[in-house]
């Protein structure tokens, strides 16, 4: 068997440390390699940025998840996490109050007035939070009272919205998708 043939300069390949002086959320061990660190994201200095196009009210696209093809509308980016809070709204088109990362929509033109609907603020990365569910529960857990309140009362204010607007309810209740012989890359979303 041939013997490796070793690099001649050894220091190739190799970045001095440089250490970084920026508060770190979390670290992360692996368990099998605890040398292997990984630095989560630092939420506070490095806010996600959002993209072009994205403005509250604007109807994207769904790509991926259960709700794919879907065309829901766009409420706001969450502080912490930096996705984007979505509702279809639930009463037209099934999809509820959701966080979507910004990679897995498509930004339409389309665009509904939010102004005045109330209620978005209260709705934060905590609002997803899952409660703890001993492992001998048979039963699956219900929704809280309280989420479906907020998701009926942001719900009602954008279908309210919708429906002045001609054609928008039945947009929205449609899937996306490409005809065949359509070019998607002829397509003005």
């Known amino acids: 068997m041939p013997r490796p ?3 001649k ?8 440390f440089k250490k970084d002086d920026r508060p770190i959320t979390k670290i992360v061990r692996n368990k099998w390699y605890p040398f292997n660190v990984q630095k989560i994201k630092r939420g506070v200095n490095n806010p996600t940025k959002l993209r072009r196009g994205l403005t509250p009210g604007t109807v994207v696209v769904l790509l991926t998840g259960p709700y794919r093809g879907r065309r829901v509308v766009y409420l706001k980016q969450l502080k912490q996490s930096g996705l984007l809070l979505v509702t279809g709204p639930f009463a037209v088109n099934g999809v509820p109050l959701r966080r979507v990362g910004q990679r897995f929509v498509i930004i339409t033109s389309t665009k509904i007035d ?3 609907v109330t209620g978005i603020d209260k709705v934060e990365d905590d609002y997803f939070k899952r409660p703890k569910v001993s492992k001998k529960a048979t039963e699956k857990p219900k929704l ?3 989420k479906k309140q907020t998701q009926l009362n942001i719900d009602n204010q954008i279908l309210s919205i919708v429906e002045k607007e001609e054609l928008m309810k039945v947009y929205l209740s449609a899937y996306f998708t490409i005809v065949p012989g359509q070019p998607p890359h002829a397509i003005k979303f």
Do not use: I, M, T
């Open 114 to 116: 939010l102004s005045k």
């Open 144 to 146: 809280p009272e309280e």
């Open 5 to 7: 043939v070793f690099c």
């Open 9 to 16: 300069n050894r220091q190739k390949g190799r970045v001095a």
